[in-house]
Every structure is written in C-alpha cells, then in structure tokens.
C-alpha cells in the first residue's frame, strides 16, 4: 500500500521559517516527479513547487519563488519543503504528491498519489 505522510506543519509568525517533509512508503519513487500542493479554505488546491526525480529539474510558483526550497532523498524516499520568510497568504493545508513521470508536472491532474495535507498557518 502506497502511503505519502507529511510532517512539518503548524504555526508560525510572519516572517518565520517551517521545514515540511514527506515520506513516502510502500513502492520507490526515486525515478518519479515530487511535489508540493497547498489548499487555503475556499480555494482550490494548487501549485507550490515540483523535483524531478533527479532534482534536475526543479518548479515554483511566482508566489514562493525565492522563499520556498524543494529537496529529495531519494535514497530516504523523502522529499523535502522549506519555507522562509513566510507570509499570512501562506496559511493553507499542505500536500506532497508524486507523479509517476520523469518530468516535473506543475498540474495537480498529472499527479497519481496524494498525502493527506499537513496545516501551515502564519500569523500576522
């Protein structure tokens, strides 16, 4: 059985840094796309940052760009998000995902398995 757990979450001030990260069990996903969706309430869950299976190829939304650090190890089955200079707009559920592709998808449709979301909230 597949299994995606993110860890990592919780509350932080503006401005503050989280490291979130994904484990993954149950098959390898070493030569697969790994990524990081997040959902605000009443907003549809969208892109935050894509690692091919090698890192070679790395993805972020303009919204994170220059905050956010996407990393995998793939010998851990890990991929990895950190998050500086977080703002309130950051506040939503968190998801890691992976696709079984040697791309880095930046669409939620392309990706095959799905964590179950790990809460971020950034205080004002």
């Known amino acids: 059985q597949v299994q995606l757990v993110e860890s990592g979450g919780g509350l932080v001030q503006a401005g503050g840094s989280l490291r979130l990260s994904c484990a993954a069990s149950?098959?390898?996903?070493?030569?697969?796309?790994r990524g990081w969706f997040r959902q605000a309430p009443g907003k549809e869950r969208e892109f935050v940052s894509v690692?091919?299976?090698?890192?070679?190829?790395?993805y972020y939304a303009d919204s994170v760009k220059g905050r956010f650090t996407i990393s995998r190890d793939n010998a851990k089955n890990m991929v990895y998000l950190v998050m500086n200079s977080l703002k309130p707009e950051d506040t939503a559920v968190y998801y890691c995902?992976?696709?079984?592709?040697?791309?880095?998808?930046?669409?939620?449709?392309?990706?095959?398995?799905w964590g179950q979301g790990t809460q971020v909230t950034v205080s004002s």
């Open positions: 995902a992976a696709a079984l592709t040697w791309g880095a998808p930046t669409r939620r449709q392309e990706y095959n398995y």
């Open positions: 149950g098959r390898t996903f070493s030569n697969c796309a």
């Open positions: 690692t091919s299976y090698s890192s070679g190829t790395r």
